[in-house]
C-alpha cells in the first residue's frame, strides 16, 4: 500500500480509501494542476500582498515582498494571514474549499454524504525561515483537540506558492488509532501530548513519514493523525490553505449537537474534553 499518489490515480478509489484507513493519511501531487479555481486563490492572495505593499508604502528592502513582509510588517501579513483563517473570508478560497473536486475525495474517505466544516477551522500559512517564526510552528499534535464536532473528521493540507521543498509536515502514520492520548493544557491553553508517552510510545512504535510542501498538491488527513511543523529552512515562503472537514451524519456530530468550536481569544480552553 502507498500514501503518495499522483492525480492519474485518484479514480482507483478503493486503493485510496484503504490507505486512508490504514495510515491516516494520502497526499495527491498535482492535483490542483490547470485547476482554475486554486489558480484564482493563488492569485488573489498574490492580489493581496501587492495591495498591501501599495497601501503601506513599504519600501523595498528584499526582491521578495512575503519574505519583507515577514520581517519587517508582521501586522500587515498577520492581517492577509487573518483573512484566510478562521474561517477563509476571501470567496475564491471559500470557493477552493467548496469545489467538487475537494468534497468528493473527503465524501469518500470519511464515507459520507453530509459533509461540514468547524468553526475557526482553516488556516493560512505563509513561513520563512525567520527564527521568529518558531512563535507560530506547531508541535507534535492532533488537529481533533482543537476542532472538537466528531472523530469522522479530516484535515485538507493544500499547497500554493511557488516553491517546493520550503518546510512541510512529518506524519506520525497510524498514530490515528491510538485510543486516549494523554493529555496535558500547557502554558498558552492548548493542549500537548504527555512527555513521557511521546518518548515511549509515539517516536518509539510509530513510523515518521515526512511531506515536504509541493505546490499544487493535496494532503488529506485524519483529524487524530499526530503531525507536527517541518521547519521551513530557505528564504522561499511556504504557503499553505489549511480547510478542514467532518461527517455531520456521524454519531458523535449528532450526540453533540453539532457543536463546533467557538473560542472568544485565542488561550481559551476551549477544547476542554470532558464537555464532551
Ligand atoms: O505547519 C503546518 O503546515 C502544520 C499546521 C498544522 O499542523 C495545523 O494547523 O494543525
Do not use: C
Amino acid at each position: 500500500m502507498k500514501i503518495v499518489f499522483d492525480k492519474n490515480e485518484i479514480d482507483n478509489q478503493s486503493v485510496l480509501k484503504k490507505s486512508y484507513q490504514e495510515y491516516g493519511l494520502i497526499m495527491i501531487k498535482n492535483f490542483f494542476d490547470d485547476d482554475e479555481i486554486y489558480d484564482n486563490y493563488n492569485k488573489d492572495l498574490k492580489t493581496l500582498i501587492r495591495l498591501s505593499y501599495k497601501k503601506n508604502n513599504i519600501k523595498k528592502t528584499e526582491s521578495n515582498k512575503l519574505y519583507n513582509l515577514r520581517k519587517n510588517n508582521d501586522k500587515v501579513l498577520g492581517s492577509i494571514l487573518d483573512l484566510g483563517s478562521k474561517n477563509n473570508k476571501i470567496l475564491s478560497g471559500i470557493k477552493l474549499k467548496s469545489s467538487d473536486k475537494i468534497l468528493n475525495l473527503v465524501k469518500l474517505l470519511l464515507s459520507s454524504k453530509l459533509i461540514g466544516t468547524m468553526s475557526v477551522s482553516d488556516r493560512l500559512i505563509m513561513a520563512s525561515n525567520l527564527k521568529k517564526e518558531e512563535k507560530w510552528f506547531q508541535g507534535v499534535h492532533m488537529d481533533y483537540n482543537y476542532v472538537l464536532q466528531t472523530k469522522k473528521s479530516l484535515t485538507a493540507h493544500i499547497g500554493l506558492g511557488n516553491y517546493k521543498n520550503n518546510g512541510g509536515v512529518l506524519f506520525y502514520l497510524k498514530s490515528h488509532k491510538i485510543k486516549n492520548l494523554p493529555l496535558y493544557i500547557g502554558d498558552n491553553g492548548f493542549h500537548k501530548i504527555e512527555k513521557d508517552f511521546l518518548k515511549n510510545t509515539v517516536y518509539k512504535n510509530y513510523d515518521r513519514f515526512e511531506i515536504p510542501h509541493m505546490p499544487k498538491s493535496l494532503i488529506l488527513f485524519d483529524s487524530q493523525l499526530l503531525h507536527e511543523t517541518i521547519r521551513n529552512t530557505s528564504k522561499n515562503v511556504r504557503i499553505t490553505q489549511i480547510f478542514r472537514y467532518s461527517d455531520l451524519a456521524s454519531k458523535e456530530a449528532i450526540s453533540k449537537n453539532w457543536v463546533s468550536v467557538e473560542p472568544k481569544k485565542i488561550g481559551d480552553n476551549y477544547f476542554d474534553r470532558l464537555k464532551f
